[in-house]
Structure formats: C-alpha cells, structure tokens
C-alpha cells in the first residue's frame, strides 16, 4: 500500500505524514504532523507547545484487518497572551481512545442493526460500541 491510499482510505487532513504500519502491528499508523502555529480558541493569541504526549485512536476499520488505529503526538499548548492551556486535536474529535469519524462510523453502523452485530464485526467489546454509539448521540442529537 502506498501512502497516497492510506491517506484516502483514513481520510485525514493533507498536512499528516502517514508511516507505513509496522508488520508486528498492521493496523496501527504513525502520523507525523508538521510544527504549525495554533491559535488560542480565547483570544486568538499565539500559543506554545508545553507539553505532548504519544496516543493511539481508533479511527476506521478495514476488512480483514479490523479497527485501524491512528497514532500521534497531541499537543497540550500554552496561550502566550492569556495563559489559557488546551490540548489540541486537529479537528479530529478526539475523545477518549477514537476520533470522530470513528464515532460516527460506528453510529452509522448501528442504524438497523444491533450493538452486539456491530461489535462482533468491528471485534470490539460490546460495552465499547455501546459507548461510542451512545456518546455520539447525545453530543448530536440531531443525527
Ligand atoms: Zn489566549
């Protein structure tokens, strides 16, 4: 696979670099993003990076392979101006261990169908799908 058809198929924003995924873990991929100035969501300000830690999400699914995990550095920053502190997450929605199209894959998923289907094929707990798709609903009641 190269890594132009990765990025297709997990759909993420064009400045992520996407590794190839080692064989020992097939279905987890490094993402390396470039150092980009993030605004302050307060006050706009310029903010510095304090802090970062390595995390894995469940971000899609493949057949044959199951849950594709993403994994990358999340920033924690520093506004320069106000001192407000947040992680930043690209847009991703990241809560917990999954993004949001995650989250809204699974949701789809369930439409019809039933928690414990949808866990026996993604392979995941059932407690998990549960979550997931409970969670989306109440933050989008609309969908
Ligand atoms: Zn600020």
Avoid at 61 to 90: M, S
Wanted: glycine share 6%; charged share 20%; proline share 6%.
């Amino acid at each position: 696979m190269c890594s132009k058809f990765i990025k297709l198929i997990l759909q993420l924003p064009s400045f992520f670099e996407i590794a190839l995924p080692s064989e020992e873990e097939p279905n987890i991929f490094r993402v390396d993003i470039a150092p980009q100035s993030i605004a302050c969501p307060n006050c706009q300000g310029r903010t510095v990076c304090h802090d970062r830690a390595l995390r894995r999400f469940r971000h899609g699914c493949a057949w044959h392979i199951g849950v594709l995990w993403i994994e990358l550095f999340v920033p924690r920053q520093r506004c320069k101006n106000c001192g407000f502190t947040f992680t930043f997450d690209y847009g991703l929605g990241l809560v917990h261990s999954s993004t949001e199209s995650f989250r809204r894959e699974i949701t789809k998923r369930c439409h019809g169908r039933s928690i414990a289907d949808v866990a026996r094929d993604y392979a995941l707990p059932y407690t998990t799908v549960e979550r997931l798709n409970a969670g989306f609903t109440r933050m989008h009641p609309n969908n």
